[in-house]
């Protein structure tokens, strides 16, 4: 892992709510923070954030400053966006992305 998604993985565990067991999940060459077996968030090498928004959130989401449509390998993820680093600075704005990826992982049946 790196520094980037190092600092930022040590940021989320300290925003998580008291009583909410997230499973740490090694995937996209860093940790994803996983809520009943569904991917919630995770850090990225370069400091930014993936963000599971559900399809119904996504391009609200789009409106927020610094996200941008997550593509890996060339393909776009329907249902996601990236973060970037700079958006999430400010431990508010980094804990408004949390608490919309958990509005939506909270929806899904565990797995």
Not at 8 to 20: H, M
Not at 41 to 63: C, E, I, N, S, Y
Request: proline residues 5%.
């Amino acid at each position: 892992m790196s520094l980037a998604s190092d600092e930022l993985s040590d940021r989320i565990r300290a925003l998580v709510p008291p009583g909410l067991v997230l499973r740490e999940q090694k995937m996209f060459g860093a940790v994803a923070f996983m809520l009943d077996g569904n991917m919630l968030v995770a850090p990225m090498k370069d400091g930014a954030l993936l963000v599971r928004t559900g399809k119904d959130a996504q391009a609200d989401a789009l409106t927020r400053p610094g996200a941008a449509v997550m593509s890996m390998t060339g393909r776009t993820m329907s249902g996601f966006v990236e973060v970037s680093g700079d958006a999430i600075e400010d431990d508010d704005a980094l804990n408004q992305w949390l608490e919309l990826a958990l509005a939506f992982v909270r929806t899904l049946p565990p797995k």
